[in-house]
């Protein structure tokens, strides 16, 4: 039972760049999300979803997009990066009644 | 709105000696609250969960938190720490509002076990 895998697990763009990072989740699991970790700032939320086709917007969205063409895939894509986008990133996914998420091992992402 | 408070930003113990983080929340409705754990270069792993029913839960580590509705906080505690417990350890509150689990976290605490 893989869980939550998320890919890749490293990446250095160019500013200006774009790309798309892939969480993919085996557990059947309705809602999924997107978060960034920075130092001394806790998790924030990007985007979440919670459905398949479904998207909404969460704390910082800026700068993002997301899909979720496939009820076990959640992308999240960044059009033109930005050396603010440096973090890590990480994907949740949990299901309706039973509170807790299960994380992804994070994509470490840096911006020149 | 819902907000989690960590005091600490890290907790050096020495190994064997009892621990306290301190978590703190605040929200208009009932919640949900828990801990995560994240040990370096590795995602959050769900640590213990308060969801109703008993004020006091416990992880299969030894590590245990009280709900205290009228402090509004949710400290986690261990009585005897080891060197693999260092980690850092965020808190968590989620809303009952809603069609979906909102979850607010803590800005963390690093737990560091000195030998």
């Known amino acids: 039972n893989a869980g939550v895998t998320q890919t890749p697990k490293f990446r250095v763009l160019k500013t200006g760049q774009s790309m798309t990072l892939l969480c993919a989740q085996d557990m059947n699991h309705e809602y999924m999300y997107w978060y960034r970790q920075d130092p001394g700032m806790g998790l924030r939320l990007i985007h979440y979803s919670v459905g398949e086709g479904t998207t909404a917007k969460g704390e910082v969205p800026d700068g993002y997009n997301v899909s979720r063409l496939k009820k076990q895939n959640f992308l999240l894509g960044l059009e033109s990066a930005a050396p603010s986008q440096t973090s890590v990133y990480f994907c949740?996914?949990?299901?309706?009644?039973?509170?807790?998420?299960?994380f992804g091992s994070g994509t470490r992402l840096t911006v020149v | 709105a819902q907000s989690v408070t960590q005091l600490d930003s890290q907790v050096p113990v020495f190994e064997e000696a009892p621990v306290e983080l301190r978590c703190n929340y605040s929200?208009?409705?009932?919640?949900?609250l828990f801990w995560y754990v994240q040990y370096p270069n590795q995602g959050l792993q769900l640590l213990l969960k308060?969801?109703?029913?008993?004020?006091l839960v416990e992880s299969i580590n030894g590590f245990e938190a009280e709900f205290n509705k009228s402090q509004t906080s949710f400290h986690l505690r261990k009585p005897s720490v080891h060197i693999s417990d260092t980690a850092e350890y965020f808190c968590a509150v989620s809303d009952l509002a809603g069609g979906y689990q909102k979850v607010t976290f803590g800005t963390g605490t690093k737990l560091q076990v000195i030998p």
């Open positions: 308060y969801l109703s029913g008993s004020t």
């Open positions: 929200s208009s409705v009932s919640v949900y």
């Open positions: 949740a996914s949990s299901s309706a009644g039973n509170y807790g998420y299960t």
